[in-house]
């Protein structure tokens, strides 16, 4: 494993540690309605309505700030999102309630625009036949902090108030800014000499160019919808069933320590095989782990069931698909490349509560079987991709990449 990381550049482990910080003082997501309809004292609905528009906000950032980076430089880019966001986290306890629904979603926008930027940079940093690695590095470092993060953040609020979470959360993506502007190379800034090329195709033109990519960032939507069921409609099921919260967290929580131990040295044992029938076969497990919750019996073995299929898929379809998207962009595209992935990556920020929560209220005995299909569809759809024009019927090896930069 030691071997097959040392081609991840020094700065590409900086960020990463970077991440790690900032994923760990990342409080908003986790006590956001807490706080809102705890000191704030807003209603249900109104901590409802924020929320969303944040979340709205952020995979907007996410879909539109790869633009920002091609144009202006992914580290700019990157610097001047966290700097907006932490700005706006920071502010949220002296926000008037009635601008509550302006700054939230300014903030979430901006910390969805990094998120390009940051996969970008990766990119641009990481020999093509690596960057399986570095992107795994990158979600370890991220998945580390957010799991140190909610029982700090409970501390925080307990013994000294809410307020300070998001003061913490927006100080964390203010130094983060600093950081990354003394560790991030200088060119980061420049753009791709592809970009000054009147010929150079634009984004959609790309796409078309790469029906594999389109197939696969469609089923990466669909993947996270029903991904992202674990946080919204599965805790109601299980409550439903006689299933406590403690349960719902303890599985939550093996889930996280499962991706933390496990992501970088199946990452690593699998960087050899082509990538997309892995990401179809992780994306089909995250659908089939649902299936277990259709059989309607022995809920807690099937929940357990459940996690492990969709943890194991988890592993093996976001890394490499980030990987997949990075490795078929052109240099000048990266960016707005890395916005598609990460915008349907996150969609189900907002479509998986609404949609699985008005199916599960209507027919609830639909919700699983149907994301059983979906999943198993989408994975399904991502192995059939492998035969489309311009596909590569194997992984690149880092040495191969090397040596064709050095010719």
Known sequence: MKQAMKDIPKVVWLLATGMFFVAAVSFTFVYLFVYLTGPRGLSTSQAGLIAGVGGVGMVAGNFSGGWFGDRFGHRRTLITGMVVSGLGLAALPLTPTAALAVVFPVAQYAT?????????LIAFSVPEGSRRQGFALLRFMANLGVTVGPPLGALIATTISYDWLFVADGLGMLLFGVYAHFILPANGNHRPKGDASPD????????????????????????????????????????????GTGVYGALIAVSGALV??????????????????????????????????ATGHWYIAAAVVMMILLTVGDILYKSPSTAYVADNAPDHLQGRFQSMYAGASISGVVLAAPLGGVLYETAPGALWPLCAVLGVVAGAAVLGAQRLPGVREAAVEPDTVKAATQS
Not at 200 to 208: E, I, N, S, V
Not at 214 to 236: F, N
Request: cysteine-free; charged content about 15%; glycine content about 8%.
């Open 260 to 293: 933390i131990l496990l992501e970088l040295p199946v990452t690593v044992a699998l960087r050899r095989r082509a990538p997309l029938p892995i990401i179809g076969l992780g994306v089909m497990l995250v659908g089939l782990g649902f299936a277990a919750l």
């Open 112 to 120: 969805g625009v990094t998120r390009a930027s940051n996969s970008a």
């Open 200 to 243: 150079a195709p634009g984004l959609w033109t790309a796409l078309r160019a790469r029906p594999a990519v389109l197939v696969l960032l469609a089923a990466i939507l669909v993947a996270d919808t029903i991904y992202r069921q674990q946080y919204s409609t599965l805790p109601v099921y299980l409550k439903d069933h006689g299933i």
